[in-house]
């Protein structure tokens, strides 16, 4: 079971008890004993009090192992946090067909966050911003000085950018802080630089300081994969022409594109979660960007090389943090980072794009092939079975009559439950 080289390829993995599927991670990521305990724990009372307010208990979703990764010539498995069915096989696939040629290939932009000051009442637009910009170096001093960890990592506030908006209420300016924030998500960071400079601003401008907080729409913190998918392992040339028509759509039409996208933010999210990253954040920034050019559009891009392969790439905003937030907090976020080695925010970030584009190649795969229900039906037909009142060894049994009769439906279900209870 174990392999000799530390390769993210299992064959049948799905088929493992979990047992087995645990000591296959064990040994990949180095776990001790306590690491494969803890997939048994939940999170403790205390700590979850600790991260929100008026906490009661807590909440279980399945943590499951996509395979078969390969990134930039290094083997992954990845942990992902998900309630919905066949997303973690359809990564598994897509990344087994990406690795024919290569795997996945990443880049990412220095880790720059965006912090936003609203300024209001002022009269000269235009002598205020240019007053700012006079006032930079001054403005980074006061923003650095609020977070002397991250200057020592090399991060802190770079630069000042001033934008003079349009609004119902009148001109205002905008001014942008840019910070790097190294290996933090970054949030926390920057909201308590924008805070700093608040005061600093309103002296210097003469006008009133209203928000002050980070954008979540990170376009200075960008991550690019890209990967080749090879045609005879996708069914031919036929099957790469198929594949593209269907992705047209979601290049073209918003409608489309949402749900094109929503199948990338699958991926995306259950390794957000699984690595105790802020899913909202990820999310937000994702649609924005979907939308910078005034119509919302494909996160993705594919077309068909020289040789008839399938490239695909994807571009997103990544405000990912291996310190910081719920990442230090959240014991299993931990256990996760460990399992995928990744000791970077860069590195994470790179992951994390590579999931998304290859969630979405599996789902845009399944779409132009045999369509996206035939994958969910067999854990689907589970979930009917179990609401149809199975239980135990009835609940396989059940699942399998649905699937092979084509009706994966609750009345269905309760009928043929009646008979095989008969039969027994
Ligand atoms: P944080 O403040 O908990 O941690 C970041 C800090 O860790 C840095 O400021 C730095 O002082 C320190 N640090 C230590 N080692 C570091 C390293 N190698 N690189 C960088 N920093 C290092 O967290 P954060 O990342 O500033 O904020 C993230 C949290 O903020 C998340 O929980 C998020 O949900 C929340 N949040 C998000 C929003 C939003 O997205 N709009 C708004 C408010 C809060």
């Known amino acids: 079971m174990c392999p000799s080289k530390k390769t993210s390829v299992v064959s049948g993995f799905y088929k493992l008890p979990i047992e087995k599927r645990r000591e296959f991670v ?7 004993e306590d690491d494969v305990k803890s997939f048994s724990s939940c999170l403790d009372l205390a700590t979850a009090d600790r991260m929100i307010e008026n906490v009661l208990g807590t909440f279980e979703v399945p943590l499951g192992l996509a395979v078969n990764f390969l990134i ?17 096989a359809a990564a598994s696939n897509a990344a087994k067909i990406a690795r024919v040629k290569g795997g996945f290939s990443t880049t990412c932009s220095e880790p720059l966050m965006i912090g936003q000051l609203q300024l209001l009442h002022i009269k000269d637009v235009a002598a205020a911003a240019q007053k700012i910009m006079q006032h930079k170096k001054q403005l980074l001093t006061v923003a650095n000085a609020q977070d002397k960890i991250l200057v020592d990592f090399g991060g802190g506030a770079k630069d000042i950018e001033v934008r003079i908006l349009e609004s119902p ?12 924030v190294r290996d933090a998500m ?3 960071a920057v909201n308590t630089m924008c805070e700093a400079l608040a005061p600093v601003l309103e002296e210097i401008t003469g006008g009133i300081v209203r928000l002050k ?23 031919g040339d036929q099957v790469v022409d198929a594949f593209l028509e269907s992705y ?3 290049s073209i039409d918003p409608y489309r594109a949402a749900t094109h996208n929503k199948g990338i933010m699958n991926g995306i999210d259950a390794l957000i979660i699984a690595t105790g990253n802020d899913f909202r954040a990820i999310e937000a920034g994702a649609h924005a960007y979907a939308a910078r050019n005034g119509q919302y559009t494909s996160l ?16 997103l905003p990544m405000a990912v943090g291996v310190v910081g937030g719920a990442a230090n907090m959240h014991p299993k976020a931990k256990l996760c980072r460990k399992i995928l080695g990744v000791k970077t925010a860069r590195e994470l970030a790179e992951v994390v794009a590579s999931l ?21 039906m067999s854990l689907h037909a589970k979930n009917i079975a179990v609401m149809a009142g199975a239980q135990g060894d009835e609940i396989e049994k059940l699942a399998d009559f649905l699937v092979h009769d084509g009706k994966v439906k609750l009345d269905y279900a309760k009928e043929l439950l009646e008979k095989i209870r008969k039969k027994s």
Do not use: C, W
Request: glycine share 8%; hydrophobic share 45%.
């Open 26 to 32: 064990a040994q990949f990521a180095n776990l001790n």
């Open 72 to 88: 930039n010539n290094k083997d992954y498995i990845i942990p992902m946090a998900t309630e919905e069915s066949s997303v973690v």
């Open 169 to 180: 209420l009148g001109h205002m300016i905008v001014t942008h802080l840019i910070v790097d």
């Open 186 to 188: 970054g949030a926390n």
């Open 213 to 235: 907080i980070l954008s979540n729409l990170a376009d200075k913190r960008l991550v690019k994969a890209t990967a080749i998918f090879d045609k005879e392992k996708m069914g």
């Open 248 to 250: 047209v759509l979601a």
């Open 300 to 315: 993705t891009q594919y077309h068909k090389n020289k040789d008839g392969d399938l490239v695909g790439k994807i571009e």
């Open 356 to 376: 998304g584009l290859a969630q979405n190649f599996a789902a845009l795969f399944a779409l132009s092939t045999v369509g996206i229900q035939k994958g969910h």
